[in-house]
């Protein structure tokens, strides 16, 4: 395969990750060291996000491409994308709290849902509770109407018991 084919095979990889992620974050990783480098990926990696190094103009060519254009302004220097094409929440989660830890890595921007965000949108996404903490805080609200009536039911019941 000639460079020129594997770079067009790069484009249309990137192209397809943008297309079908749920959310894309990118990030500058530069003061990382391979050992905290690591750590990151794992993270990410255990949480079903693809964490991948490419080239800017390899990924201004994907942008052009899906028309997300928007994003070009942030793919300067040293970047790399983080790709979730399951939870939302995940990579914008797991990067800021890994920058929290470590000043080295500072997030730029991303893409939610076909939408290109800034930092400030980012970090946001990461206050978000997880799926599974929406999903519990979603139950016990649907619970809750239940749970009275059945102590209301057995108040009663008690009461009439009593008399």
């Known amino acids: 395969m000639s460079v020129r084919e594997e770079k067009q095979q790069t484009v249309s990889t990137i192209a397809t990750k943008l297309r079908e992620s749920k959310s894309t974050v990118l990030v500058d990783y530069r003061g990382l060291d391979v050992g905290q480098v690591t750590e990151l990926r794992k993270q990410l990696r255990d949480s079903g996000v693809e964490f991948k190094v490419y080239k800017n ?73 997880s799926r599974e903490g929406l999903l519990s805080m979603v139950l016990s609200v649907l619970q809750a109407p239940i749970r009275n009536f059945a102590l209301a039911t057995k108040a009663v019941a008690d009461q009439k018991e009593g008399n």
């Open 57 to 129: 103009t390899l990924a201004r060519r994907a942008t052009q491409e899906t028309e997300m254009t928007d994003l070009d302004q942030y793919l300067v220097g040293p970047t790399a994308i983080a790709f979730s094409s399951e939870d939302v929440v995940a990579p914008a989660k797991i990067l800021a709290d890994f920058a929290k830890k470590n000043e080295a890595l500072e997030i730029k921007a991303g893409i939610v849902e076909g939408k290109v965000v800034d930092v400030t949108e980012i970090k946001a996404l990461a206050d978000l509770p």
